[in-house]
């Protein structure tokens, strides 16, 4: 079975400043890893996703996140926040060429930027 | 080009009373797939539709939730006698046949059970 998880709930920045919302994942098979987000009262907008090639990857709105196998992660990075990147941000991982097509979660991060 | 539509986006009902949820896939999709998102977690998958099929039901409930997708129509969720615990976000994504990895996600229905 897959598991995901999100090391932080809850993550405050100061606008303009980097982050890093961390990303674990347990796999006994290769997996396919996402980042959506989701604004308040909205549905999950995708971010960005990994399914094969370059550990890094580039997203929408400025974001990025790396593939590391060895250490099970994909954490999303950010060199410069923005107020309006407040929102909650889902990991996600869905199985290599499985039939099954369900995507699992972790908890969720809340991002909050101030100014 | 529309994303999925969802609706309604805000369901009231009182106990035992019956929830629908409605769900159009984005143009040329025809694979789709409902999520539940509880308060303070994640979305949990609970159904997988083809077209007059169901593919993946393993986190469906075993009572009172049913879920079609017709050959004409929209999907549906159906919630028989829901209770206050059912009080959730529905969300449902859609994907292209074979693309089963990227889903595209609507903006939910927001279940409240009074």
């Known amino acids: 079975a897959q598991s995901v998880t999100q090391l932080d709930s809850q993550v405050p920045v100061f606008e303009e400043a980097p982050v890093e919302l961390r990303c674990n994942y347990s796999?006994?098979?290769?997996?396919?890893l996402f980042w959506y987000v989701q604004y308040p009262n909205q549905g999950l907008q995708l971010l960005l996703k990994?399914?094969?090639?370059?550990?890094l990857v580039k997203g929408i709105n400025g974001f990025e996140a790396e593939f590391n196998k060895s250490q099970t992660s994909f954490h999303l990075r950010k060199p410069s926040v923005h107020i309006r990147d407040t929102a909650e941000y889902f990991c996600?991982?869905?199985?290599?060429?499985?039939?099954?097509?369900?995507?699992?979660f972790g908890k969720g991060t809340k991002l909050s930027v101030k100014p | 080009n529309a994303g999925v539509m969802q609706n309604p986006r805000h369901l009231v009902r009182r106990r035992g009373q019956e929830a629908r949820l409605r769900c159009s896939p984005m143009k040329g999709h025809s694979h789709v797939y409902w999520y539940r998102q509880l308060p303070e977690e994640g979305l949990k998958f609970m159904v997988y539709?083809?077209?007059?099929?169901?593919?993946?039901e393993s986190g469906m409930p075993k009572e009172r939730f049913s879920a079609e997708f017709p050959k004409e129509g929209p999907s549906i969720l159906r919630i028989q006698q829901v209770v206050r615990g059912d009080s959730a976000a529905y969300f449902c994504?859609?994907?292209?046949?074979?693309?089963?990895?990227?889903?595209?996600f609507g903006p939910g229905t927001r279940l409240l059970v009074l």
């Open positions: 990994y399914l094969s090639g370059s550990t």
């Open positions: 796999s006994s098979v290769s997996v396919y």
């Open positions: 539709l083809q077209k007059e099929n169901i593919i993946d």
């Open positions: 994504a859609s994907s292209l046949v074979g693309r089963q990895e990227t889903q595209y």
């Open positions: 996600a991982v869905s199985v290599y060429g499985g039939s099954q097509g369900n995507l699992i």
